[in-house]
C-alpha cells in the first residue's frame, strides 16, 4: 500500500469509529423517541441508517455504515403528460428523514422557481434542503414546522403557472 492509501484507510476507521461512537448513540435515541421509521445520516461519503424492527420482528434496527457516492434525493415525483401521474406533478417531497422546517417568508401563494428552497429536513443537526421542483406558486404545505418526515412524503404542493 502507498502512504495515501494507508493514510485513506486510517482517516475511514477513525470516520467510522466517531460514527460509531457519537452519530449512532444519539441516531438511537432520536428514533426511540420518535414515530419515524427510518433515521439516516450522510457525512464525508459515509451514511449511518437506522430502521424501526418490522411489525413482526423480521427486522433488527441495526447500524448500516459504508462508503458510498453522495447521491442527490429527488424532490418531487416523476411528472407525465397525462395520467395518474400528472397528479404528482408539483409535489415536494421529503428529501430525507428527520424534521420540516419551512423557510421564513415562504407562504402559500409565494411564486417559486424551480430550485428555490422551500425549507428544510434536519436530519440531527444536518440540513437537507427542501426545494420547489417547478417554476409557479406554492399552494399549501402538507406538513407542519417541526413535524417528524419520512423520506418521499409530500411535504407541501407547487401548482404550475399556465
Known amino acids: ?9 486510517a482517516q475511514a476507521r477513525a470516520t ?4 460509531a461512537d ?6 438511537i435515541e432520536r428514533l426511540a423517541k420518535s414515530d419515524l ?16 424492527p418490522l411489525a413482526d420482528g423480521a427486522a433488527a ?13 429527488p424532490v418531487m415525483a416523476p411528472a407525465s403528460s397525462g395520467g395518474p401521474r ?3 406533478r408539483g409535489v415536494v417531497a421529503s428529501p430525507a428523514v428527520g424534521y420540516f422546517a419551512p423557510r421564513i417568508g415562504v407562504e402559500v401563494g409565494s411564486k417559486l422557481r424551480s430550485g428555490d428552497p422551500l425549507g428544510y429536513v434536519d436530519v440531527l443537526g444536518v ?21 417528524a418526515v419520512e423520506y418521499g412524503q409530500p411535504i407541501a404542493r407547487v401548482e404550475a403557472e399556465a
Open 1 to 9: 500500500m502507498t502512504d495515501e492509501q494507508l493514510e485513506q484507510t
Open 16 to 19: 467510522i469509529a466517531r460514527l
Open 22 to 27: 457519537e452519530v449512532v448513540p444519539i441516531l
Open 37 to 52: 421509521g427510518e433515521l439516516e445520516v450522510r457525512e464525508n461519503g459515509w451514511r449511518v441508517r437506522l430502521r424501526r
Open 61 to 73: 434496527a441495526a447500524p448500516v455504515a459504508h462508503s458510498s457516492q453522495r447521491q442527490p434525493h
Open 86 to 88: 400528472e397528479a404528482l
Open 127 to 147: 440540513r437537507q434542503e427542501v426545494v420547489s421542483p417547478i417554476d409557479g406558486a406554492l399552494r399549501g404545505f402538507e406538513v407542519e414546522s417541526g413535524q
